[in-house]
């Protein structure tokens, strides 16, 4: 997904409000969600999305606090200095007076100043630009975050749900099992063991079809969370199931060779080792010159008796300056200077590290994919067959010639083959999730 523009964002935003609201004036306050949906309105809800995306507006206010350095100041002071006894100066005998008792004298002064030369400044600009280019990242490292953990519990809310339908249909597969067995029983059919039997196999069932249904809550809660939902009675509905995604999984191949170019993490280091130089760069322009020009206008009126200031003389002067500042000696220079050489090393070698741990992370995502591809296909045979195993267990036991241990054995076997099918999946579809957003994808597929 690329970077939206504002009003690209600001329509977006409002789209998915105005869904939302539908939505929500509904009876039950249900919030139907598809992957895209829940995706969009985490985009442009949730605040961890909104304080990435103020701070690149913080790094460019910086960016022009940099380079408003290089404009001209103008500063306008003034002051009055009320003289209660002025000093007597004795010189050869003879005594002067420096100025007259109770009087005052004013000033004002117009100082305007202008850097010439200022190499600190410009490398601040530069470093300003590499700042607010690391910022932008961050923001995009953000979104990716946020779009990997919504996909993931999108895929949690499906995995909840069809585990929670799989155990409820076992369940009510039990139960009809059971009232015909002990109808058959009150008639003196069967066994008092059949009975108890298929009523234990039913009350097995019920913790199970419990902590099912308690996970899918958790999972909605969790989605709200990231979707920057507060209200407890919205519940958030997906058409949607697992087994939806079987053929993506299916199709997909698996890639080896992927460049982290598009890493966001490699991306920062990238960013941080360019600060690092352009540190380095800024840290050097210690000891060049600088030079710089400033203008002052002045005027004064000594020893007035009154407040009538209208009625001053006023003596106005006015001074033009060019000044040049060579530094000579500063031994803080050289040590800022082999502190960030140092800096830029260690980041070199944490660069390294990292890029090793990545690959390591890829090549585990796409070793996790191949093996839920491979388990999915072999599961997807077990649920066929374990469904025949049943149908023929539940005819065995209708003719006579099979137990009710037959019967509970294939509704597990069942049961437990269409969840580890549907773990499959959600598996895959995790680890493809996690290696979208090790690979910097902004969409996932």
């Known amino acids: 997904m690329k970077e939206l523009g504002s009003l690209g964002r600001y329509i977006l935003s ?5 869904s939302v ?7 039950g306050k249900e919030l139907r969600l598809t992957l895209e949906q829940a995706i969009g309105i985490a985009l442009s809800d949730n605040p961890t999305i909104r304080v990435a995306e103020q701070d690149v507006e913080l790094k460019k206010v910086s960016y022009k606090e940099a380079w408003q350095t290089l404009l001209p100041t103008v500063d306008l002071t003034g002051s009055i200095n009320y003289t209660v006894k002025a000093a007597t100066m004795s010189l050869n005998g003879n005594n002067f ?5 109770a009087t005052s004298t004013w000033n004002g002064a117009l100082a305007v100043n202008l850097p010439l030369y200022a190499p600190t400044v410009y490398r601040t600009m530069s470093m300003s630009e590499s700042d607010m280019a690391l910022a932008v990242e961050k923001s995009r490292a953000s979104r990716l975050d946020m779009v990997n953990q919504v996909t993931k519990a999108y895929f949690q809310i499906l995995l909840a749900q069809d585990s929670y339908d799989v155990l409820l249909e076992g369940y009510a597969f039990s139960e009809r099992n059971y009232e015909v067995v002990k109808a058959k029983y009150e008639q003196g059919s069967v066994s008092e063991y059949d009975k108890i039997s298929a009523e234990v196999q039913m009350r097995n069932l019920k913790p199970g079809l419990v902590s099912a249904r308690n996970a899918l809550n958790i999972s909605e809660v969790q989605m709200k969370v990231l979707l920057g939902i507060s209200d407890a009675e919205l519940h958030i509905v997906i058409d949607d199931s697992l087994k939806n995604y079987e053929s993506a999984v299916s199709r997909q191949g698996i890639v080896r060779d992927v460049s982290l170019s598009g890493n966001s993490t490699m991306k920062q280091l990238e960013l941080n080792e360019t600060l690092l130089q352009e ?17 002052q206008l002045q005027t004064q009126s000594l020893y007035n008796d009154n407040f ?15 000044t040049l500042s060579v530094p000579l000696f500063r031994a803080s220079n050289f040590t800022k200077v082999k502190t960030a050489r140092i800096q830029l090393e ?4 944490n660069r390294i ?10 090549q585990t995502y796409q070793d996790n994919m191949q093996a839920c591809t491979e388990q999915m296909e072999s599961n997807k045979e077990s649920v066929a067959q374990a469904e025949k195993g049943r149908m023929i267990a539940q005819k065995r036991y209708e003719v006579g010639k099979g137990t009710m241990l037959e019967l509970n054995n294939s509704e597990v076997v069942l049961t437990q083959s269409q969840l580890a099918y549907h773990q499959a999946i959600y598996d895959y579809l995790v680890a493809k999730a996690d290696l979208d957003y090790l690979l910097g994808e902004d969409v996932i597929q």
């Open 279 to 295: 540190s380095i760069k800024m840290q050097r322009t210690g000891f060049f010159p600088t030079l710089s020009l400033s203008y």
């Open 346 to 349: 260690q980041l070199g070698e």
């Open 97 to 101: 007076k420096m100025g007259r008792d």
């Open 14 to 18: 409002v789209f998915f409000l105005f």
């Open 21 to 27: 609201t539908l939505v929500l004036g509904a009876p």
């Open 353 to 362: 590290n990292t890029e090793r741990q990545l690959r390591m992370q890829l």
């Open 308 to 322: 009538r200031f209208w009625n001053y003389a006023w003596s106005p002067s006015s001074t033009l300056a060019l």
